[in-house]
């Protein structure tokens, strides 16, 4: 028997009466799936469904609701036994190695099957829908190879799903006719569904790295200049309390100068990230010039945000900054800070560039505030 006239023997041995043959209903399962590979991609990676763990149980959902919708348009063989994709989108959480969303998708996927009754067939592809997610899973965590990962994690489901309907059929020409049909649509899927998902994730990763470039300075990791005019843009109609600080590092010419510029380039580095450690994770840190810094910081007091600025202050005076070689420098910053409510952001940071000269005609090293609504000056 040939390959290709097993597949036409399908179309009288199963369906009599059905307008449905196996091929085309598989193809149905997989055009569906595609469809899911997009959106869960989509939802994956975007950043407007709130903190990944809430997004990872929606993902979930969805993945589980499309399993549901394949196994309802599956294949059925005979009275008991039904075949159909309902991998396939748990191969993309797989690829993405989204645990929790797979999890979630697996157990649905697994449990729904006991609609179509509570039979022995149906127990089967309970405990076969779990092992097709761990298998999957130890394949995204060994093989790193894009392709080779997406193609195996096909391959790895179909291998599962064919037992399982080995066991439910047995070894004759009816397994080996219907297991053929299952393969190749699989397999054709399978290959088109792996150069999708690599597309999908290399076009976001492009587009992250784009969007990265464009907002971040390329030596701190910090926000540049750009993006710090964009993020305090709409400070007056927030009414909000806020302070920025306007930091610079002290004497760093000579730094520069003695040292090098590479390791000038290293001290920077290095104090932007003390500044992240130091600062809170929706505190606002830019750099807008060589040495020259800025943060944003909401609703504090001009007693609190003066104890943050001295916090990072004393941890840059006490932090040994290592060179290339191996060698260790220290250095001060001076810092100046504007303190108002709903102001614009123009006042504030001329505001908060007087302060930190006022800090550096004092002799550098120190901290001074002002607070712009009563222009009174508070030294540390």
Do not use: C
């Amino acid at each position: 028997m040939t390959f290709f006239s097993a597949l036409l023997r399908l179309k009288y041995r199963y369906f009599e009466g059905s307008d449905i043959v196996p091929f085309t209903a598989l193809l149905l399962n997989a055009s569906v799936a595609f469809t899911g590979f997009y959106l869960i991609s989509k939802l994956y990676h975007s950043e407007h469904f709130g903190p990944f763990r809430f997004r990872g149980f929606l993902i979930g959902l969805l993945t589980g609701a499309i399993g549901l919708f394949l196994m309802m348009n599956a294949v059925q063989v005979n009275g008991e036994v039904r075949v159909d994709l309902r991998y396939l989108p748990l191969v993309l959480l797989a690829f993405y190695g989204a645990r929790f969303p797979l999890l979630i998708a697996t157990m649905i996927v697994a449990s729904t099957r006991f609609l179509f009754g509570v039979t022995d067939q149906a127990v089967i592809a309970f405990i076969a829908t779990f092992i097709v997610s761990v298998g999957m899973w130890w394949i995204h965590r060994h093989i790193h190879h894009l392709l080779w990962q997406s193609m195996l994690l096909h391959v790895w489901a179909l291998f599962v799903t064919s037992v399982s309907i080995f066991i439910n059929l047995g070894w004759d020409t009816a397994y080996i006719e219907l297991v053929l049909t299952f393969w190749t649509v699989g397999l054709l899927v399978g290959t088109l569904a792996s150069l999708l998902a690599i597309d999908l994730e290399k076009a976001t990763q492009r587009a992250k790295a784009y969007k990265h470039s464009a907002e971040r300075d390329h030596l701190t990791g910090l926000f540049n200049r750009r993006m710090w005019e964009e993020r305090t843009l709409s400070l007056v109609s927030e009414r909000r309390t806020y302070n920025i600080l306007a930091l610079d590092i002290d004497h760093f010419k000579h730094v520069n100068d003695t040292y090098g510029h590479p390791n000038g380039d290293l001290v920077l580095k290095r104090f932007a990230e003390l500044l992240k450690i130091e600062t809170r994770a929706h505190d606002i840190v830019a750099r807008i010039g060589g040495e020259e810094f800025v943060i944003l910081i909401y609703d504090l007091s001009p007693e609190k945000v003066a104890k943050v600025a001295e916090r990072i202050r004393k941890r840059i005076a006490a932090e040994a900054f290592t060179l290339s070689d191996g060698t260790t420098i220290q250095i001060s910053v001076s810092i100046g800070i504007a303190h108002g409510n709903a102001l614009p952001v123009e006042s504030m940071s001329s505001l908060a560039d007087t302060a930190l000269y006022e800090a550096k005609d004092q002799g550098r090293n120190r901290t001074v505030v002002r607070h712009a609504n009563a222009h009174r000056l508070i030294p540390h």
